[in-house]
């Protein structure tokens, strides 16, 4: 009896949290905590099977592997929006609905169109019980393991909720996380991913549950279906849905006239880029559920419901050439060459294609005029061609089919849809992209040499690979093109002092495709020595924390290649760091793990840097901002007072140096 009251305590106590910071954006405790918390119930639940809750909130985690997604029968169908995109055609379609519900004043809900995933959830008694995708509207994927793992979508209800109905709404990825984790591709070696949406909607179809809890995906909801539900008005059905505990935006408002929701166009055209996710337009709705249902639907749409659609900042400008990209990874981007052009203002004189596929299926031509849009992405794209400007004797593109590098002939997996030049240790850009990513800042760090002099080097036959870099001399490098008797000093210099930088950077610096700098790290500390981890074996390595399938293979395969192995022999003959230090070895230990620190300020013993050192050495992590994951701010003299405010209202702990020592 005691152990389940604890149990129901730390749940209850738990969900509060979870909502808090999730939907309400207002932590309360620190993530420390609340991962103390958590543990502490996962561990109870794990000796304790016979209290299982399927909405407890150690199941946010995920875990649950979906082969294939179930296909199931909406209960009530999923329809579409019909679009506007113009005041007028708004205005016809408020004339249309007057004319029905004759000389009844008719108010509208004005909501925001997120762009994201449609997502139809059902609730009984309070509990989720399925999460379906909208599918061809009729029927749906049950991607319930995957939704669960949303914060923002509760488990269990709060309030005075109707037994049974299911809630819509869409499942986004704000521009942060997308970004993020778009950054970690792109340090991993991978390509990044197109836009948000498309990345959320991927999301929901992921077979593990535990990658989709590791994506920031945001759920929100918009209108809640059922029988015998007493709303009268949408605008009432959002108020109810946002004290059940569901994610309702601010920015829906009740409009009692037609110029009242131009008003609330003509704001969000203009403030959208403001908000922290997508939207694509505006959703006006009828806001009487008695004129909703006097008004009903169309084969496809409700007639009470119309979407304004914002008008992308697009330009039309002539696409002179298609030039292909090799990147690091032998991957190859297609990219327009454009007649410069304005745009949201800036220049724009390039734009992404994406790949083969793309091209073919907007018919892009060289010589074409082409309209171009700043959508969610950083690069703008191509939408689509002009067609009444094509030139007379205009040809279809061809893709390349050999490397414009090396002229290798080009592979696609299947599946993929990006075209790879294979021939990884032969083509000049895949070489030179290994080499600049060695030298880089976070890597070897090397002074004195940058990515155009890497290019240069190459190119006159000097260096092939970064092992190369260690045999150059003074004389070598004098006759150079721009290079004085200092430079070349200082390159020699700076190669020769790269021998200190530590394993785990030289660890990173090798390039292994998926081995960013926070894996390297992990293998360093799991592994200490290049030479255990060279023989370790796929299993071995997804044994290490944090260290899944597809890392572990590109580990095992970079190290079984006859050409590495070499590099890596000639590298420690040159006395690159393939250990852990024996003073970090000594120093290092687990104390602070699981922890965060945020460091800001000027300290009286230790540099910032050290500091940083000290937390990672004992196994904490370090942050760089202060979010409800920080378990401790260490602050120091001249602190900015907005950390503070940021720290004192998230709850997190704020410790001096000295109680930093202490901890150790
Ligand atoms: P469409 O896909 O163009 O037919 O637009 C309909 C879709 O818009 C719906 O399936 C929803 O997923 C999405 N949507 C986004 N925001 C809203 C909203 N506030 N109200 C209704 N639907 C919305
Ligand atoms: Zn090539």
């Given at each position: 009896?005691?152990?389940k009251?604890?149990?129901e305590?730390?749940?209850?106590?738990?969900?509060?949290?979870?909502?808090?910071?999730?939907?309400l954006?207002?932590?309360t405790?620190?993530?420390?905590?609340?991962?103390?918390?958590?543990?502490?119930?996962?561990a109870?639940?794990?000796?304790h099977?016979?209290f299982?809750?399927?909405?407890?909130?150690?199941?946010?985690?995920?875990?649950?592997?979906?082969?294939?997604?179930?296909?199931?029968?909406?209960?009530h169908?999923m329809?579409?929006?019909?679009?506007s995109?113009?005041k007028?055609d708004?205005?016809d379609?408020?004339?249309?609905?007057q004319?029905i519900l004759?000389?009844?004043?008719?108010?509208?809900?004005?909501?925001?169109?997120?762009?994201?995933?449609?997502?139809?959830?059902?609730?009984?008694?309070?509990?989720?019980?399925?999460?379906l995708?909208?599918g061809?509207?009729?029927?749906?994927?049950?991607?319930?393991s995957?939704?669960k793992?949303?914060?923002s979508v509760?488990l269990?209800?709060?309030?005075?909720?109707?037994?049974?109905?299911?809630?819509?709404?869409?499942?986004?990825?704000?521009?942060?996380?997308?970004?993020?984790?778009?950054?970690?591709r792109?340090?991993?070696g991978?390509?990044?991913?197109?836009n948000?949406?498309?990345?959320?909607?991927?999301?929901l179809k992921?077979?593990?549950?535990?990658?989709?809890?590791?994506?920031p995906?945001?759920?929100?909801?918009?209108?809640?279906?059922?029988v015998?539900?007493?709303i009268?008005?949408?605008?009432?059905?959002?108020e109810?849905?946002?004290s059940?505990?569901?994610?309702?935006?601010?920015?829906?408002?009740?409009?009692k006239?037609?110029?009242e929701?131009?008003?609330?166009i003509e704001?969000?055209?203009?403030?959208?880029?403001?908000?922290?996710?997508?939207t694509?337009?505006?959703?006006?709705?009828?806001?009487?559920?008695q004129?909703?249902?006097?008004?009903?639907?169309?084969?496809?749409?409700?007639?009470?419901?119309?979407?304004?659609?914002?008008?992308?900042?697009?330009?039309?400008?002539?696409?002179?050439?298609?030039?292909?990209?090799?990147?690091?990874?032998?991957a190859?981007?297609?990219?327009?060459n454009?007649?410069?052009?304005l745009l949201?203002?800036?220049?724009?004189?390039r734009?992404?294609?994406?790949?083969?596929?793309?091209?073919?299926?907007?018919?892009?031509?060289?010589?074409?005029?082409?309209?171009v849009e700043?959508?969610?992405?950083?690069?703008?794209?191509?939408?689509?061609?002009?067609?009444?400007?094509?030139?007379?004797?205009?040809?279809?593109?061809?893709y390349?089919?050999?490397?414009?590098e090396?002229?290798?002939?080009?592979e696609?997996?299947?599946?993929?849809?990006?075209h790879?030049?294979?021939?990884?240790?032969?083509?000049?850009?895949?070489i030179?992209?290994?080499?600049?990513?060695y030298?880089?800042?976070?890597?070897?760090?090397?002074?004195?040499l940058g990515?155009?002099?890497v290019?240069?080097?190459?190119?006159?036959?000097?260096?092939?690979n970064y092992a190369?870099?260690?045999?150059?001399?003074?004389?070598?490098?004098i006759?150079?093109?721009?290079?004085?008797?200092?430079?070349?000093?200082?390159?020699?210099?700076?190669?020769?002092e790269?021998v200190?930088i530590?394993f785990e950077?030289?660890?990173?610096?090798?390039?292994?495709?998926?081995?960013g700098?926070t894996?390297?790290?992990?293998?360093?500390?799991?592994?200490k020595n290049i030479?255990?981890?060279?023989?370790?074996?796929?299993?071995?390595?997804?044994s290490?924390?944090?260290?899944?399938?597809?890392i572990?293979e590109?580990v095992?395969?970079f190290f079984?290649?006859?050409?590495?192995i070499?590099?890596?022999s000639?590298?420690?003959?040159?006395?690159?760091?393939?250990?852990?230090s024996?003073?970090?070895?000594?120093?290092q230990?687990?104390?602070?793990?699981?922890?965060?620190?945020?460091?800001?300020?000027v300290?009286?013993?230790l540099?910032?840097?050290?500091?940083?050192?000290?937390?990672?050495?004992?196994?904490g992590?370090?942050g760089?901002?202060?979010s409800s994951?920080?378990s401790?701010?260490?602050?120091?003299?001249?602190?900015g007072?907005s950390?503070?405010?940021?720290?004192?209202?998230?709850?997190v702990?704020?410790?001096?140096e000295a109680?930093f020592?202490?901890?150790?």
């Amino acid at each position: 009896m005691e152990i389940k009251q604890k149990i129901e305590n730390l749940r209850t106590e738990l969900r509060e949290h979870n909502y808090n910071y999730y939907v309400l954006d207002n932590a309360t405790i620190s993530d420390f905590e609340f991962d103390m918390k958590l543990k502490e119930l996962q561990a109870l639940e794990a000796k304790h099977p016979e209290f299982y809750d399927a909405s407890s909130p150690t199941l946010r985690v995920g875990g649950t592997i979906t082969k294939n997604f179930e296909t199931v029968v909406h209960e009530h169908r999923m329809y579409s929006l019909d679009n506007s995109y113009s005041k007028e055609d708004l205005e016809d379609w408020e004339k249309r609905i007057q004319k029905i519900l004759g000389d009844a004043q008719v108010e509208f809900t004005c909501e925001l169109k997120y762009d994201g995933a449609s997502i139809s959830i059902t609730y009984e008694n309070g509990l989720l019980v399925r999460g379906l995708t909208r599918g061809d509207g009729f029927q749906g994927d049950d991607v319930t393991s995957n939704i669960k793992t949303i914060r923002s979508v509760p488990l269990q209800l709060k309030g005075d909720y109707p037994p049974k109905f299911d809630i819509r709404g869409e499942i986004v990825l704000p521009f942060e996380g997308f970004a993020k984790m778009n950054q970690e591709r792109i340090e991993n070696g991978e390509d990044p991913y197109m836009n948000p949406r498309n990345t959320a909607s991927g999301s929901l179809k992921l077979q593990d549950s535990a990658l989709v809890a590791e994506r920031p995906l945001d759920c929100l909801l918009y209108s809640i279906v059922g029988v015998n539900l007493g709303i009268e008005s949408q605008f009432q059905m959002l108020e109810k849905a946002r004290s059940f505990g569901f994610k309702v935006p601010k920015a829906a408002t009740l409009c009692k006239t037609t110029d009242e929701v131009l008003e609330f166009i003509e704001y969000w055209d203009k403030h959208r880029h403001e908000l922290p996710y997508e939207t694509d337009g505006v959703v006006i709705k009828v806001n009487s559920i008695q004129h909703q249902e006097e008004l009903g639907y169309t084969s496809k749409s409700p007639r009470w419901a119309m979407a304004y659609k914002f008008k992308a900042e697009q330009v039309s400008t002539v696409l002179n050439e298609i030039t292909y990209q090799v990147g690091r990874t032998g991957a190859i981007t297609p990219v327009a060459n454009l007649k410069p052009v304005l745009l949201a203002g800036t220049t724009v004189k390039r734009a992404s294609l994406h790949n083969a596929d793309q091209i073919e299926k907007l018919d892009i031509r060289e010589g074409d005029t082409v309209f171009v849009e700043k959508g969610g992405e950083i690069i703008p794209k191509i939408v689509g061609v002009d067609f009444t400007k094509r030139p007379i004797h205009s040809q279809p593109t061809q893709y390349i089919d050999h490397c414009p590098e090396c002229n290798t002939p080009l592979e696609r997996s299947e599946g993929d849809a990006k075209h790879y030049c294979p021939n990884e240790y032969g083509c000049p850009p895949q070489i030179t992209g290994r080499i600049q990513h060695y030298i880089s800042r976070k890597a070897m760090d090397i002074e004195g040499l940058g990515g155009e002099t890497v290019e240069l080097l190459f190119k006159e036959g000097l260096i092939e690979n970064y092992a190369d870099l260690y045999l150059l001399t003074k004389e070598q490098l004098i006759p150079l093109e721009r290079m004085a008797e200092k430079s070349a000093e200082n390159l020699v210099k700076g190669v020769a002092e790269s021998v200190k930088i530590p394993f785990e950077r030289v660890l990173f610096a090798l390039g292994i495709r998926f081995v960013g700098e926070t894996v390297a790290k992990k293998l360093a500390r799991a592994y200490k020595n290049i030479d255990g981890l060279m023989m370790a074996t796929v299993e071995e390595l997804m044994s290490v924390d944090e260290i899944g399938q597809r890392i572990a293979e590109s580990v095992v395969s970079f190290f079984r290649n006859g050409i590495n192995i070499e590099i890596i022999s000639r590298l420690r003959e040159y006395g690159v760091q393939f250990e852990v230090s024996a003073d970090k070895l000594e120093n290092q230990t687990d104390i602070l793990k699981g922890q965060t620190f945020v460091v800001s300020g000027v300290f009286e013993n230790l540099g910032r840097d050290e500091l940083k050192k000290l937390i990672e050495d004992n196994g904490g992590k370090v942050g760089s901002s202060i979010s409800s994951k920080t378990s401790y701010l260490v602050a120091g003299d001249k602190m900015g007072p907005s950390k503070r405010t940021k720290a004192e209202s998230l709850g997190v702990p704020i410790i001096s140096e000295a109680d930093f020592l202490n901890m150790l």
